[in-house]
């Protein structure tokens, strides 16, 4: 269903992304048919910007289904199709200087990694097996018990 259909963020005030719309890549031939499409459908010049259901931390992924129905992602071999960051969500915010979107700021504390395009706790979320919340007063992992 994904890779036949491409995805268009609706950028709102302050770059702030209000709605994603998915449109048939037979009618999104290209990025700007797609815009076009939108704004003649919606009677509006709305801002849209084309987005990557496969991309995440800036890294394209390839999709498969094994035969429980689940799907499996795995990094593409060909990353010139990772597209702006990370997939557009609505409440994402799109940078025009990086050419990204970036999601909502999760915590005051945590700092936007320039390559991933996500953000990062101040400490690394631990590595043993188990569920944390983040504590923001003590800038710390706690163990969901």
């Not at 992924?61 to 997939?87: H, P």
Request: glycine letters at 6%; aromatic letters at 14%.
């Amino acid at each position: 269903l994904h890779s036949i259909m491409a995805h268009f963020a609706k950028l709102g005030v302050g770059n702030i992304i209000e709605q994603v719309i998915v449109v048939s890549n037979d009618v999104a031939t290209t990025e700007q048919a797609g815009i076009e499409f939108l704004q003649n459908l919606y009677k509006d010049r709305a801002v849209w910007k084309k987005t990557s259901y496969n991309t995440f931390g800036n890294k394209h992924y390839t999709v498969t289904t094994n035969s429980q129905g689940d799907e499996i992602k795995s990094e593409s071999s060909d990353q010139s199709k990772a597209l702006r960051g990370n997939y557009a969500g609505k409440g994402y915010f799109y940078d025009q200087e990086r050419d990204a979107f970036i999601p909502p700021k999760p915590y005051p504390s945590w700092t936007l990694n320039e390559t991933t395009f996500k953000w990062e706790a101040p400490t690394a979320y631990p590595d043993d097996g188990e569920r944390y919340t983040w504590n923001e007063t003590t800038f710390t992992w706690d163990l969901i018990e």
